[in-house]
């Protein structure tokens, strides 16, 4: 009988240390972190930009890096915001709006409220939909409404 029991008292062992580790491992795999969610260019514009508030309403486009850098913009019909590292002295980035191919130049960007911003009025360019921005002939952002 001693064996017996000596048996009996190791399945049990074994029963109660499995129960256990199956209980560990279930509360380990319920405990990930749950990713958060990247933010869109629209929220890190906003944050660059000191919380500025781009209306629901108005129409805005992304602007997504072409260079290869880790640039990014918004554009709405009224203005350009960009967050874009400082350039050496002399050079500027410009806006550009393109249709067909054919492009005119909106202007210069001003550093101001964190970031580069130009103000422009959209309905001098009708049908004017690609939104262009560069530093010379070097396509850095680019989208279209």
Do not use: C
């Amino acid at each position: 009988m001693r064996a017996k029991n000596i048996f009996a008292a190791f399945i049990v062992v074994v029963a109660v240390v499995a129960v256990v580790l199956l209980i560990k491992n279930r509360t380990k795999v319920s405990q990930k972190p749950t990713p958060t969610p990247t933010p869109s260019i629209q929220q890190q514009i906003r944050n660059k930009f000191n919380g500025l508030m781009i209306p629901e309403d108005r129409e805005a486009i992304e602007l997504k890096d072409v260079s290869g850098g880790s640039g990014m913009g918004l554009a709405t019909r009224s203005e350009i915001l960009a967050d874009l590292p400082s350039l050496p002295n002399g050079e500027a980035y410009q806006a550009w709006l393109e249709n067909n191919g054919k492009t005119v130049l909106l202007g210069t960007f001003k550093l101001a409220k964190g970031g580069w911003i130009l103000s422009y009025n959209s309905s001098a360019y009708p049908g004017y939909d690609k939104v262009i921005v560069a530093v010379g002939t070097k396509h850095i952002l680019e989208g279209s409404f």
